[in-house]
């Protein structure tokens, strides 16, 4: 039923937050408060990291409220960073405690849904204080839209009197993804009209939208598949910090590709072949990484079709493990980033083996703190950050290798071992 609601997303997140004071308990409530209050406390921090370089507004008491968080964030960088390691504790609490009350039953599905919805309206219109990325997808979509040049074969150093150079990192790199994206993002430069300010947030938006895109497969996929423990589950992957952090904040485009990578596998599941295929053809022309998958969905397509048992838990490890080596190759190719294990963390929650979901869980949890040593020194070469980004890179080459092997055995168990039983 949630499912279904979902399609309709203001007025189910109403009826949610409805329920909840309506049927909710005092404790329940008061969960949805802090995460209230600490959103508004994100939301607030993010803007201490506003570039130098940039001014999101002109009139005169914003603009003289903008500088004094830029002080914060620049200027203080102590206080700024204890900032940052104070909220960032306070939401992995949250995370865990809500976690556990999941596993204890003793929580509804509308505080878990009503706790979405503010979280995720209050963080969308928040500022990519953790990465610059966001700022290279509008310039992207504005060398088609407003140089009317192909972004394949043009930069944004081409265009030196662009304003948005003032702001922007990696000027030098011409657009590295699918043509999807581009397909995805130019209306919304067309509509964002040369606006700084109104494309940002079209494209907050979209980020937003492909977040809760992602949950309702998520959960439509928990739930079709009879598990036990559909909220324990489900938050296991919504309310992680990192995936909070850089899906709404910093608003990467792995979530657009992710999410439609996982609504392929639930329509691969329900036998709808071909859209989900589409889908994941979607989801590759978006990013590329999710090619990985193909070899699984060719493999339980075929299989289906031959009217085969197949374990279903088995899939979901074959596709973390293969999703492992995108996120293998991209970090030896550059170095590691945070972010880049939303290529694994949404097939988590599908996941039975306590222990591959409990470390990864933690890592990605202990990964948001990377950002502290730069918050407080402003120096992403400092050994505070480079020695704990080392160790995440050797971490990453060996757990993506030994994934990978481990997903090629099970997709060969599902072949030939238990197609013989």
Known sequence: MIGKKLLYPFSFFQQQIHELYSQGTAFEKLLFFLYLISSLGLFLYSYTQIDL???????????????????IGYFNRPFSALLFVSLTIIFTFLYFYLWRLSHQKKIKSSTVWSIIGVVTIILTFSYNAFSYDLFNYLFDAKILTHYHQNPYLHKALDYPQDPMLGFMHWTHRT?????????????????GTNIFIITFFLFKILMAASFLFLLYYLYQILKKGNEKNVLENFILFAFNPLVL?????SAHNDIVMMAFSVAALFYLLQKKYWLGFLLLLISIGIKFATIALLPIFLLTFLLMRKKKIINQKKIFLACFGLMLLPLFFVTMRTNFQPW??????????????SFIRYLIVFISVGCLFLYTSFLATGDWHSKWYTVPESVMYWMIAIVGVVGALYAMYTMFRITFVEDNK
């Open 175 to 191: 657009y590295p993804y699918g043509p999807l994206w581009l397909a995805l993002t130019i209306p919304l430069s067309f509509i």
């Open 245 to 249: 952090y850089e899906c709404l904040i």
């Open 53 to 71: 370089g940039l001014v999101i507004t002109r009139v005169s008491w914003l603009y003289a409220i903008e500088k004094k968080f830029q002080y």
């Open 340 to 353: 880049y294990l939303l290529y694994v963390l949404p097939f988590i929650p599908f996941i039975a083996k």
